[in-house]
């Protein structure tokens, strides 16, 4: 946990430093860290070793893309693992890299730094969901085409994404957002938050139907049907509700480009009150938060008043920092991610 904190308050310093014009390289540097925490880490995750021991097994079968993946990297010998893992870490530092470059405002680099690291939905979960980890960044990469509605580069992606991980499929439907993407809130919005509230008062009704037909339809991964365990105090469904509102508020001053990526954080925290439910549905989230470390810079930049400003800030940094310290200090997840290892201590 030490190493990740000064990791992110490195990375968030140099993201900082990259809004004046003797330190534009800032952002690179933060990406550069990045990418040596994760390129490096050894046995950092709760699948780690899943990984690793697929990876020495030749009869391991799977998705034919990370199969695939692992035989090329396999004839490096002993290494072979570790280079894949680097290879991932670079792949999917520069998939974020142009994300948050591209849609992110300058000034504003260091809030998507923050949440990056710090939040662990991101970087930290990501490092351990290897396959689902490049279908993710797969999507991101794809969203240029989605906003200028290139039907074949887009679901070239999601197909590529689902050679990883077959959950990429439920992205087939989101190019219906390109095709309809009209700034409709006044009206949307009002059908979006009874929604959200519906789902958090019947979410668990819900999950018993969405758990039958994953039974059904997509056996395999029946297993992250399983409750997920978590309930919420109160403060998390105040926090999303907050967000959710501030979201659907200032996409409507969006341009079409930007807004697609305002609907698609829309669609994450709509999938929120039944992540509590059922462990697959955040699964599924996963591939629709990335679009948050664009929407709350920018809501950020469009708040006026210094008093919003600081609130909001506030809040940002009060909650995802709370949410970093309840992940290391989980049953679930301390004994994998607590402590930082290297390549270099592991086992010849």
């Known amino acids: 946990m030490i190493v990740t904190i000064i990791l992110g308050l490195f990375s968030v310093l140099f993201a900082y430093l990259a809004k004046y014009k003797n330190t534009q390289w800032g952002l690179k540097i933060s990406f550069t860290l990045i990418f040596l925490f994760l390129a490096l880490r050894y046995n ?88 689902q980890s490049i279908a993710i960044a797969l999507f991101v990469f794809s969203l240029d085409y989605l906003c200028k509605k290139d039907a074949i580069r887009y679901f070239l992606c999601i197909g590529l ?47 018993l139907y969405i ?34 509102m501030l979201t659907l508020y200032f996409a409507r001053l969006q341009n079409k480009e930007i807004g697609l990526v305002f609907k698609i954080a829309i669609i994450s925290f709509m999938l929120m009150p039944l992540n509590l439910a059922i462990l697959l549905i955040g699964r599924i989230g996963m591939y629709f ?31 995802t920092t709370y949410k970093f310290f309840q992940f290391f200090y989980s049953d679930i997840w301390k004994d994998a991610f607590g402590t930082y290892q290297t390549i270099f201590s592991a086992p010849k």
Do not use: Q
């Open 289 to 319: 938060s990335p679009a948050t470390l664009v929407v709350y810079p920018i809501i950020l930049r469009n708040l006026k008043k210094p008093i919003s400003r600081t609130i909001f800030i506030t809040i940002i940094l009060i909650f």
């Open 44 to 131: 950092f995750g709760n699948d780690y070793e899943t990984y690793l021991n697929a990876f020495i097994d030749i009869t391991y079968h799977g998705e034919p893309g990370w199969v695939f993946l692992n035989w090329i990297f396999r004839s490096l010998g002993p290494l072979g693992f570790f280079a894949m893992t680097a290879g991932l870490a670079l792949f999917n530092c520069a998939i974020y890299y142009r994300f948050i470059k591209k849609y992110v405002p300058v000034g504003y680099y260091w809030l998507a730094i923050f949440l990056y690291i710090f939040y662990p939905d991101f970087m930290l979960i990501n490092s351990s969901a290897m396959r």
């Open 211 to 244: 758990k039958k037909f994953v039974s059904i339809f997509f056996e395999k991964y029946e297993v992250y049907t399983t409750d997920t365990g978590v309930y919420s105090t109160g403060l998390g469904f105040v926090f999303l509700f907050a967000m959710l």
């Open 161 to 207: 994404a689902s050679t990883f991980h077959l959950s990429a499929l439920i992205l087939l439907p989101v190019f219906l957002l390109a095709l309809f993407n009209r700034n409709n809130y006044k009206f949307n919005g009002a059908i979006f938050i009874s929604i959200y509230i519906s789902l958090f008062i019947f979410g668990e009704s819900l999950s």
